[in-house]
């Protein structure tokens, strides 16, 4: 089965940088368009940046010119390097994998950007 596993998250302050992994295992990991979602206290999921197999990216307005997604199909690893991170960026980040019938998802990596 599809196992996604994130790594990276931590306390940074804000203007700050990290970068979170995403290690795939179970998929053919060329075939699937990789996701970062992220959630914070009280709202909604939403989706922060997603790549296809080919390195099509997309952002939320949010963190355009910010935040950069990637992904190493050599490595079945999929990336989020943050830049600028401000305290809004406090969220659970969530890892996908999506097919097209279905997702899959990480278990998740806390980023709490503070003082």
């Known amino acids: 089965q599809v196992q996604l596993v994130e790594s990276g998250g931590g306390l940074v302050q804000p203007g700050g940088s990290l970068r979170l992994s995403c290690a795939a295992s179970?998929?053919?990991?060329?075939?699937?368009?990789m996701g970062w979602y992220r959630q914070a206290p009280g709202k909604q999921r939403e989706l922060v940046a997603a790549i296809t197999g080919s390195g099509i990216t997309n952002y939320a307005d949010s963190v355009k010119g910010r935040f950069t997604i990637s992904r190493d199909n050599a490595k079945n690893t999929a990336y989020l390097k943050m830049n600028s991170l401000k305290p809004e960026d406090t969220a659970v980040y969530y890892c996908t994998a999506n097919s097209a019938t279905d997702i899959s998802w990480g278990q998740g990596t806390q980023v709490t950007v503070s003082s």
């Open positions: 179970g998929i053919i990991f060329s075939f699937y368009r």
